[in-house]
T-cell receptor
Framework: GENVEQHPSTLSVQEGDSAVIKCTYS??????FPWYKQELGKRPQLIID?????GEKKDQRIAVTLNKTAKHFSLHITETQPEDSAVYFC????????????FGAGTTVTVRA | EPEVTQTPSHQVTQMGQEVILRCVPI?????FYWYRQILGQKVEFLVS????????KSEIFDDQFSVERPDGSNFTLKIRSTKLEDSAMYFC????????????FGQGTRLTVV
């Protein structure tokens, strides 16, 4: 099965600075990589995703990059704001015969005002 | 915006008792999932369900667990004889197609086994 590693486990940034979270995956057949944001006591919510035929995707202050050769993908948050404080999970899934998401361990992001 | 809804939000049960967690997926979705999250840990896949049968299950999903879609709207997770280590947040999710599309999560049911 797929194994997803996520780093760092905690990240503290000053408001306005950038935050970067990195994930690696084990199965080269994986082709869908979503990122979820989970606020305390709430459900995970998709913030951005990327498919393996794309190297980078951006949505306002959030971007994700994918390096298939190295089997890693990263989340970039620019101009961080206090409301960006949350736990962020990366995930990966295979393209066929695998309907599950394999999640990373999560990164607790704290944005200091 | 359509949402996945789960009931109850919090369930406390005694060890050895059966519990049923309920979910109403988004109405036009075809794929349904259960995940669990032990406090402070990662979200873990339990089972996926499509076309009225299990598509895939993890090693966590042993004989104590079962899923059912009793009617056109509900999707349930049953734990037959709960153990202390079953205490976790259980999330239901659904997606319109299988892999490669967004899975929408419910708000979760916090199960506490005492």
């Amino acid at each position: 099965g797929e194994n997803v590693e996520q780093h760092p486990s905690t990240l503290s940034v000053q408001e306005g600075d950038s935050a970067v979270i990195k994930c690696t995956y084990s199965d080269s057949a994986s082709n869908y990589f979503p990122w979820y944001k989970q606020e305390l006591g709430k459900r995970p919510q998709l913030i951005i995703d990327i498919r393996s035929n794309v190297g980078e995707k951006k949505d306002q202050r959030i971007a994700v990059t994918l390096n298939k050769t190295a089997k890693h993908f990263s989340l970039h948050i620019t101009e961080t704001q206090p409301e960006d404080s949350a736990v962020y999970f990366c995930a990966a899934t295979l393209s066929f015969n695998d309907y599950k998401l394999s999640f990373g361990a999560g990164t607790t992001v704290t944005v200091r005002a | 915006e359509p949402e996945v809804t789960q009931t109850p939000s919090h369930q406390v049960t005694q060890m050895g008792q059966e519990v049923i967690l309920r979910c109403v997926p988004i109405s036009n979705h075809l794929y349904f999932y259960w995940y669990r999250q032990i406090l402070g840990q990662k979200v873990e896949f339990l089972v996926s369900f499509y076309n009225n049968e299990i598509s895939e299950k993890s090693e966590i999903f042993d004989d104590q667990f079962s899923v059912e879609r009793p009617d056109g709207s509900n999707f349930t997770l049953k734990i037959r004889s709960t153990k202390l280590e079953d205490s976790a947040m259980y999330f239901c999710a659904s997606s319109s197609t299988g892999t490669g599309t967004e899975a929408f999560f419910g708000q979760g049911t916090r199960l506490t086994v005492v």
